[in-house]
Nanobody, 125 residues
């Protein structure tokens, strides 16, 4: 079992910055065997991927996040971050972190097995 807990959400004006934190824990968790990522969801819309790292720490960003958001992970502390700059009102959403088990003999993951409860980000225009 793996547990994830997000923090760092809040309300900021457009153009502002926020850093979200995801604490990852649990007896099953081994950072070499899991991908980790950030997602967001607005009521009435599907959850969308923001940024992720595979088990080899290769990064992937959604188009809207590239150049503004920065995903990173401290494997010694089992913490993942999402630094968000130049925030826009359309970035307003509930943000979730997730972990997915690595596919055998690859660095990729097939889906996301564990989710946090989410942290709200609100960007005022």
């Amino acid at each position: 079992q793996v547990q994830l807990a997000e923090s760092g959400g809040g309300s900021v004006p457009a153009g502002g910055s926020l850093t979200l934190t995801c604490s990852i824990s649990g007896p099953e968790y081994d950072y070499t065997q899991y991908c980790a990522g950030w997602f967001r969801q607005v009521p009435g819309k599907e959850r969308e991927e923001v940024a992720s790292l595979n088990a080899a720490h290769s990064l992937k960003y959604a188009d809207f996040a590239a150049g503004r958001f920065d995903i990173s992970k401290d494997n010694t502390k089992h913490i993942m971050y999402l630094k968000m700059n130049d925030l826009k009102p359309e970035d307003t959403a509930m943000y979730y972190c997730a972990a997915g088990r690595r596919i055998y003999m690859t660095w990729s993951c097939d889906g996301w097995n564990y989710w946090g409860q989410g942290t709200q980000v609100t960007v005022a225009s």
